[in-house]
């Protein structure tokens, strides 16, 4: 009987502790989830909608409340509709995210076969664009182009991208070490205020990099600038270097996002 007093008083006290943990864990990742997309807008919407409910509150503004009330159910349908990419979005990275993720995989050794021909059509002022699935599956994207499934080498990406071919134009998309399509087409960006200088090549990526986790390398044929596009975010002209830093990163599944920021950092120290 002692010792089940004694389990029932160990509970007791070790409840909280993880009733604490599991909250904060959850917010925590709740938070890196949202910072990842644009879910921001919703948050900002949400807090307005909140004050201007808690102002008529507090003073005690009836016709206000009254209003509010009437129309709470119609705000909710109306916020769904507004913010529906960025919630497709946000739902999209909880399906996505390795939340017990803790152990590491080897480096992939194809990242320096991409940089390679990434710096021979930059010095040629060649586009170039390379995406690298991660967990979201690419299909739909995979089958606009044109089925390849070769194994990837530097040689192939250079002509796919350095002559006037009907593929040149387009993305490939990468998977394990294999070039599985080329001739890709890519959704355009949905933000409104990308950098006017960026082409076609600049918004697919950044457009993909939008809807899925997947990472993406781009050569810009004006400026032959190799620039990273993922979680949302154009990272604009970094060196070789840098690039093989961050995609060996980034397709890792325990990626260190620390160690990337650190790198992108640095990049935006040297531009």
Known sequence: MNALEGFQI???VIRPIVDVGVLTFIIYKAYQMVVKTNAMQIIKAALIVALVYA??????????????????????IAFAIVF????RKLFLKIGQNEWFAFGSRSRHTYVDTVIIAAETL????????????????????????????ADIS???????????????????????GKIISAGCFLPLSEQYDIKKTFGTRHRAALGLSEQTDAVILVVSE???????????????????????KMLENLLEISADQRTIEDTIDESKATV
């Open 10 to 12: 160990f509970l007791n």
């Open 55 to 76: 102002f008529a509150f507090i003073l005690n503004l009836q016709t206000l409340l009254w209003i509010l009330s009437k129309i709470a159910p119609g705000l909710a």
């Open 84 to 87: 529906q990419p960025e919630l």
């Open 122 to 149: 930059s010095k040629f002022k060649k586009g170039m664009l390379v995406v690298f699935q991660r967990h979201t599956k690419l299909d739909d994207i995979i089958d606009t182009g044109t089925r390849i499934n």
């Open 154 to 176: 530097s040689a192939l990406l250079v002509t796919i991208f350095g002559h006037e071919t009907p593929l040149h134009d387009a993305a490939c998309i990468v998977q394990n």
């Open 222 to 244: 004006e400026t032959g600038a190799i620039s990273l596009a993922y979680d949302s975010k154009l990272h604009y002209d970094l060196k070789p270097a840098q690039v093989t």
